[in-house]
């Protein structure tokens, strides 16, 4: 059954919260200079060396995309996970090591 837009934004919009929260609780504990932007269909992370990491919505395809230093990658919602549509790993675990391997940062999920 295909997912309708409100559900695909209340699963991405909870995607946001997690990895917003997780990047805010990782700042305060490191002392990391990461400048976090939550706007509507874009979260935009921005580290101390300039570099960005940008996640975001897709929503006539009802993905997540992802832009980092290292190349762009898009996750479906399949079975309950977000899988990259290329080699099928999961949003989460990648996002976590995209930020550590491109700001240094450590989130926990």
């Known amino acids: 059954m295909a997912m309708t837009d409100s559900e695909y934004h209340q ?3 909870n995607m946001f919260d ?3 929260t997780a990047v805010e609780h990782a700042i305060d504990n490191d002392d990391a200079d990461v400048d976090v932007d939550n706007s509507g269909n874009v979260l935009q992370l921005e580290f101390s ?3 960005k990491i940008v996640i975001n919505k897709q929503e006539p ?4 995309w992802v832009a980092t230093r ?3 990658y898009h996750f479906g919602y399949v079975d309950g ?3 990259d549509g290329r080699n099928g790993g999961e949003f989460l675990p990648f996002v ?3 930020i550590a391997k491109q700001g240094g940062l450590q989130l926990q999920f």
Request: charged fraction near 25%.
């Open 81 to 83: 996970k977000w899988l």
């Open 70 to 72: 290292f190349g762009g």
């Open 96 to 98: 976590q090591q995209a």
């Open 49 to 51: 060396d300039g570099s």
């Open 61 to 64: 395809l009802h993905e997540l």
């Open 11 to 13: 699963l991405a919009d």
């Open 18 to 20: 997690l990895i917003e």
